[in-house]
C-alpha cells in the first residue's frame, strides 16, 4: 500500500508511506509505482467536460444535471470493436452526470468522453499535473494508463484550491548551519482549470462521500467536510481512494507489485485506511470549500433537467456554471406558467 497527504496550497508534503517496510523494500509505491487508476481518472473526464461549456458539437454544454443513457454500446477502435460494462453489470438508463459519477458508471463516462473528445481530456490531465503517458482513446476515460499515486494526489489538490495547481515538492528550504537561508523553494502554479468548474466537480464529488460509492465513509467515523473519490481497476488489481478537504488532500493506493488480483474495490481496501488516517488529522469541524462567483444554483425537475414548476413531483437543487444553466421550464410536468411570471416580476 501506498498513502501521500498534500497541503494543496503549498504542494507540501506533509506525510509519505511508499510500502510497508522500508527495511524489506526501498521501492517509493507512493511515486515510482505507475498503476491504473481505474474509476479514479473519471473526475477528470468530467472535469474535462465541465470546462469545454458551449464548445461541443450542437452548443450544449455539458453539466451536473445532464442526462446521459446508460445503455449497451459498442465503439470501433484499432484493436476492433470494444463494449464496456459497468461494475455492476448492469445498466441504468437515464442518468444525470451526477448520479453517474457518484455510482461511478463505466458507460456514461465513456459516452462524456467521446463527446469531449480524447485530446481535451488529456490537455486537462497534463494541466493538473499528469506526466505520465496516457493513452490517446476512450479507454482513457476508464483510467486505462498507468499512473502514480502522488500524481493523481496532488491533481485533486487543485480542485481543493479552486483549480490551482501547485506542483509537489519535499524540500521547503535549504538553510546553513546558523539558520540562514541558502535556498527557498518557489512553488510552481497555475490555473489548470476554472475556479467554477473545480467547485461544480467539487460538489460531484461531495456527493460521492454523502451518498456514492464511498458513503460507507460516514459509518467509519468520517464527520468532516470532504470531497472524494473511489477507484477500482479492471479485475480488481488496483484500489484506490483520494479525498479532500479545503486544507489537505489524501491519496490512498493498494494493490500487489506483480499486479495479482487484490479482489477487492476502493471503497473495501483504500477506504478504511484513508478514512482511519484523516479522522486523526482533520476536525469534524472542518469548513466547507468557498462558492466562487459565477455559479449559479437552479431547481431542477430530474426527469427533464429543466428548470421545475410546481406540477413536477420531485425537485432537487443542483449547481451551473453561469451561462449553461437551463432556461426552460419543465416541458414534461408543467409549461411553469406561474414560475415565469413571477420570475418577470422579480421574485425567485
Given at each position: 500500500g501506498a498513502l501521500?497527504?498534500?497541503?494543496?496550497?503549498?504542494?507540501g508534503i506533509l506525510a509519505m508511506v511508499g510500502s510497508r517496510d522500508y527495511r524489506a523494500s526501498?521501492?517509493?509505491?507512493?511515486?515510482?509505482?505507475?498503476?491504473?487508476?481505474?474509476?479514479?481518472?473519471?473526475?477528470?473526464?468530467?472535469?474535462?467536460?465541465?470546462?469545454?461549456?458551449?464548445?461541443?458539437a450542437g452548443g450544449q454544454p455539458i453539466t451536473a444535471a445532464t442526462s446521459i443513457i446508460d445503455e449497451p454500446v459498442t465503439f470501433e477502435s484499432g484493436a476492433g470493436k470494444w463494449a464496456p460494462q459497468n461494475y455492476d453489470h448492469r445498466f441504468h438508463g437515464a442518468v444525470s452526470v451526477r448520479a453517474a459519477l457518484e455510482q461511478s458508471l463505466?458507460?456514461?463516462?465513456?459516452?462524456?468522453?467521446?463527446?469531449?473528445?480524447?485530446?481535451?481530456i488529456l490537455q486537462t490531465a497534463e494541466k493538473l499535473g499528469i506526466r505520465s503517458p496516457l493513452a490517446d482513446n476512450l479507454s482513457i476515460a476508464?483510467?486505462?494508463?498507468?499512473?502514480?499515486?502522488?500524481?493523481?494526489?496532488?491533481?485533486?489538490?487543485?480542485?481543493?484550491?479552486?483549480?490551482?495547481?501547485?506542483?509537489?515538492?519535499?524540500?521547503?528550504?535549504?538553510?546553513?548551519?546558523?539558520?540562514?537561508?541558502?535556498?527557498?523553494?518557489?512553488?510552481a502554479r497555475r490555473q489548470a482549470v476554472s475556479p467554477q468548474a473545480a467547485y461544480v466537480m467539487t460538489s460531484l464529488l461531495k456527493g460521492v462521500v454523502e451518498r456514492g460509492t464511498a458513503a460507507k465513509a460516514k459509518g467509519m467515523g468520517l464527520r468532516a467536510i470532504v470531497a472524494g473519490k473511489t477507484g477500482t481497476t479492471d479485475g480488481y488489481r488496483d484500489a484506490w481512494f483520494v479525498g479532500y478537504t479545503p486544507d489537505v488532500v489524501v491519496g490512498v493506493w493498494v494493490g500487489f507489485d506483480d499486479e495479482e488480483a487484490l479482489q477487492l474495490t476502493g471503497a473495501q481496501a483504500a477506504l478504511p485506511m484513508w478514512v482511519e488516517f484523516v479522522r486523526r488529522i482533520v476536525p469534524a469541524t472542518s469548513r466547507d470549500f468557498p462558492q466562487p462567483p459565477a455559479v449559479v444554483t437552479r431547481d431542477i425537475d430530474p426527469q427533464s433537467a429543466q428548470l421545475a414548476t410546481s406540477k413536477c413531483p420531485q425537485r432537487s437543487a443542483e449547481l451551473f456554471i453561469e451561462g449553461t444553466e437551463p432556461s426552460i421550464y419543465c416541458e414534461v410536468h408543467g409549461s411553469g406558467f406561474w414560475e415565469r411570471v413571477k420570475r418577470s416580476f422579480g421574485f425567485s
Open positions: 501521500v497527504a498534500l497541503d494543496p496550497a503549498t504542494g526501498q521501492f517509493n509505491r507512493a511515486v515510482q509505482a505507475k498503476r491504473q487508476p481505474g474509476s479514479l481518472f473519471k473526475p477528470l473526464v468530467y472535469l474535462a467536460a465541465l470546462e469545454a461549456r458551449r464548445e461541443l463505466n458507460i456514461p463516462a465513456v459516452k462524456i468522453a467521446q463527446a469531449v473528445g480524447t485530446k481535451r476508464l483510467g486505462t494508463s498507468g499512473v502514480s499515486l502522488l500524481e493523481m494526489t496532488s491533481a485533486f489538490g487543485a480542485l481543493a484550491q479552486g483549480g490551482l495547481f501547485v506542483a509537489p515538492t519535499a524540500l521547503r528550504a535549504v538553510m546553513t548551519s546558523e539558520g540562514d537561508p541558502l535556498w527557498r523553494h518557489t512553488p
